[in-house]
Structure formats: C-alpha cells, structure tokens
C-alpha cells in the first residue's frame, strides 16, 4: 500500500511575518522557510505506518518554487522513500494544488492520501477537502488517531468538546491535527541518506493541470494594535470599568 504526502513549504512558524507597505501581502524575502508543521506531522504519521508493515512505500510530493525540494529532502530525512516536485514558480492556490495533487495520485495509485489539516501560510484549510471532493474519495480531516486494517481507516477526529471516531473505505483521505503524533527529528546520517533518495521533478503543464488563480488577495493588514492596559484600584473600580466603560457586564 502506497502512501502520498502533500508537503507545503511555507514561512517557519517561529518568523513574524511583516505585512508589505502597499498591504498586497506579506514580506518574505529571506525569511526562513520550512516544512509546514501539519505535514511533518502527516509525513511521521506515514512513515510509521511503513515502519508498522502496513505501507509499503511513502511518498511525499511539493508544489511550489524549486527550493522546495529542500522540503521534500526534509520529508525524506524523516522516512519518506521519495519525492516528486511540481515545480512552478505561479501563485498556487488550494484548488490548483488539489489537481496537482489529483494528477500525481492517478498515476501513483496510493491507498491513503494524508494532508496536513491546513498551511499556516494561507490558512485555508482546503485542499485535503478538495483532493478528497475531485477523486470522489471518503475524507476524515482533523485526525488525532490513525489505524489501518483491513483495507479500511479508522479515524478519531477532534471536534468542538470531544472526539469522533470515523471509518472509511479505502482509498481515502486523512487531514492531520496537532495532536496525532510528535514529529521526530531528522538524524545526520538520515539528512545523508535522503540526499541520496529519489527525487523527480515534474511542471503543471507535464500534468495537464491549469493552475491558474481563482482568487484575488484585495487587501492584507496586520491585526490592530492592541491598546494599553490601566492598573484598577480596587474590586469596586474594576466592576465599574466592566460596567460602564467596557460594558461587558
Ligand atoms: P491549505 O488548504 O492551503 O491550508 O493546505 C492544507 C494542506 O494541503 C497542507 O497541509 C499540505 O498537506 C497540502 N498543501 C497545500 N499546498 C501545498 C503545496 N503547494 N504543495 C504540497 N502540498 C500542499
């Protein structure tokens, strides 16, 4: 059983992004970039279940500039077996990464498709949705167990004050929430070896995949600045201020 890992090379979560004076998005010129923290977690997730018997093969695939072959080398440092690069240097939105994504799975055939639950980039949440919605494919997003038998997944999902466990035919789609599993980190002699691991570069076009926008950014600002806080008195100017100038109670 093949296993396809969608992985986002996007701004490292620890940079504070600047938004750009003329607001049409945000500054990242030589900010630091990295593996977008949902799909580590979906790569580890995979290369475990290789690790279990279960997959035979991980497979993990970017969509994007060619530095993001540095994250498809990271994928494979944690145990993917290789990489494939859609290489395009376009503004790839979700649904043009879903089709991209869709013509590498009609070739590659996997079993279990697992996306990270969203890019902390965008923020969509969309394209795991989306992958799932153009291959008719059962979904289960937000994950935080996975198990595999049987030619089915069984799928415990975090939702609003609980958990919810799913089970779907395969081939399907699983999203991955923060609290699947923990990463591990990539050793040096597992950097080496992914040097090493295969790596094929492919174009939209080689996929017949149109990846034009279909959305258009108007405007990007940085949240307002919060105000000051003032030092209350007592109890009594406290419920006062609540009252009267807050008016939240
Ligand atoms: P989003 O819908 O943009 O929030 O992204 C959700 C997930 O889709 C990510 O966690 C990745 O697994 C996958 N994904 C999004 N964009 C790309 C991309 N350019 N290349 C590969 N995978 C992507």
């Known amino acids: ?17 600047r ?57 494979m440092a944690i145990g993917a077996d290789r990489g494939i690069l859609i290489e395009s240097d376009a503004d790839l939105q979700p649904l043009a990464v879903a089709k991209l994504i869709k013509a590498v799975a009609d070739k590659e055939q996997p079993q279990v498709v697992i996306f990270g639950k969203q890019a902390i980039d965008d923020d969509s949440n969309q394209t795991g949705q989306m992958f799932a919605a153009l291959q008719g494919w059962p979904q289960a997003t937000f994950a935080s ?20 466990t799913l ?9 991955t929430d923060l609290r699947l599993n923990e990463p591990r980190y990539a050793t ?6 992914a040097k090493k691991k295969p790596l094929e570069t492919v174009k939209p076009e080689d996929l017949g995949v149109d990846v ?10 940085e949240p307002a600045k919060r105000q000051a806080g003032v030092k209350v008195a007592d109890v009594a100017d406290l419920v006062s201020k609540l009252k009267n100038e807050a008016k939240v109670i």
């Open 1 to 17: 059983m093949k296993v396809l890992v969608p992985v986002k090379r996007v701004v490292d979560y620890n940079v504070k992004v």
């Open 19 to 75: 938004v750009k004076s003329d607001g049409t998005g945000v500054d990242i010129a030589n900010v630091k970039m990295s593996m977008n923290p949902f799909d580590e977690i979906a790569v580890e997730e995979a290369v475990r279940l290789k690790e279990a018997g279960i997959a035979s093969e991980v497979i993990v695939v970017s969509a994007g500039v060619a530095g993001c072959q540095e994250t498809l080398r990271t994928a």
């Open 145 to 164: 167990k996975v198990v595999i038998a049987d030619g089915k997944a069984t799928v415990t999902r975090e939702v609003d004050g609980g958990l919810e």
């Open 167 to 175: 089970e779907m035919a395969l081939p399907a789609v699983v999203t």
């Open 188 to 193: 040096l002699p597992n950097i080496m070896k």
């Open 212 to 221: 034009a926008p279909r959305l258009k950014t108007l405007k990007v600002a």
